[in-house]
C-alpha cells in the first residue's frame, strides 16, 4: 500500500485569496487523483494527474479554479484559486497500486 | 453511466453484535472492482474490502466480509464482532476494469454512517 501524506491538514481563508495543498506519496505512481468532500458528503473526484501531462479535469471543474501540478512521480499540488466559501470542503489527494486506491489524510479548507 | 447507491444514510450496531451496510450499483460492465473504505472521524479514508467482479468467492477481511450478489448488483459490508472503533461513515465504490487508455475512477456512493454502542 501506498503512504499519501498532505499539507496543510487545515486551513481558514479569506475569500478572494488562494491555498496551495501538497501530496506527498512515498512511492512512484503513475496516477495521482484529487477529490473534494462537501460537508457531510460522498467523495467527489476534481481532476487526475499524470507526470509529465496536463491533468484531466471532471465535469464541473476547470484548470483556472483548480490549477494542478505533478512535477515528479512522488509530488502533486492542488490549489484552490479566488476562495469563495463554497469551496469549503475537504481536500483528499489520492493514489493506487494496481487496482486499489489509498488516500491522504486530507486537507479541511474553511473560507470566511 | 455507472452508479453507486447507498441506501442507509445511518445505522447503528450494539458492540459485539453483528451489522450488514448495503450497497447496489449500476452497470453494463461485466468486469469491475468493488470496494467498501471507511472515513473515521479523523476523516482518513481507509481501505477495508476489496472484491473483483470476476470472482464468485465472498472477498473477507478479519471481522469484515462481503456478501457480492453479481447478477442483483449488490455488494453488502457485513461487520461482526462490532466494535467502538469501527464507528465511521463507510462508502462503497466501484471501478471499471475495462481498458480506457487511463486509470479509471472511482465512482462512490452517498455513504453509510455507522454508530457502535456500547
Known amino acids: 500500500s501506498a503512504v499519501i501524506s498532505q499539507k496543510p491538514s487545515r486551513d481558514i481563508c479569506q475569500r478572494g485569496t488562494s491555498l496551495t495543498i501538497q501530496c506527498q506519496v512515498d512511492s512512484q505512481v503513475t496516477m495521482m487523483f484529487w477529490y473534494r468532500q462537501q460537508p457531510g458528503q460522498s467523495l467527489t473526484l476534481i481532476a487526475t494527474a499524470n507526470q509529465g501531462s496536463e491533468a484531466t479535469y471532471e465535469s464541473g471543474f476547470v484548470i483556472d479554479k483548480f490549477p494542478i501540478s505533478r512535477p515528479n512521480l512522488t509530488f502533486s499540488t492542488l490549489t484552490v484559486s479566488n476562495m469563495s466559501p463554497e469551496d469549503s470542503s475537504i481536500y483528499l489527494c489520492?493514489?493506487?497500486?494496481?487496482?486499489?486506491?489509498?488516500f491522504g489524510p486530507g486537507t479541511r479548507l474553511t473560507v470566511t | 453511466a455507472q452508479t453507486v447507491t447507498q441506501s442507509q444514510p445511518e445505522m447503528s450496531v450494539q458492540e459485539a453484535e453483528t451489522v450488514t451496510l448495503s450497497c447496489t450499483y449500476d452497470?453494463?460492465?461485466?468486469?469491475?472492482?468493488l470496494f467498501w473504505y471507511k472515513q473515521p472521524p479523523s476523516r482518513q479514508m481507509i481501505l477495508v474490502i476489496r472484491q473483483e467482479a470476476y470472482k464468485q468467492q465472498n472477498a473477507t477481511e478479519n471481522r469484515f466480509s462481503v456478501n457480492f450478489q453479481k447478477a442483483a448488483k449488490s455488494f453488502s459490508l457485513k461487520i461482526s464482532d462490532s466494535q467502538l472503533g469501527d464507528a465511521a461513515m463507510y462508502f462503497c465504490?466501484?471501478?471499471?476494469?475495462?481498458?480506457?487508455?487511463?486509470?479509471?475512477?472511482?465512482?462512490f456512493g452517498a455513504g453509510t454512517r455507522l454508530a457502535v454502542h456500547p
Open positions: 452497470t453494463s460492465e461485466s468486469d469491475y472492482y
Open positions: 465504490a466501484y471501478r471499471s476494469a475495462l481498458f480506457s487508455g487511463g486509470y479509471n475512477k472511482l465512482i
Open positions: 489520492s493514489s493506487g497500486t494496481g487496482y486499489e486506491q489509498y
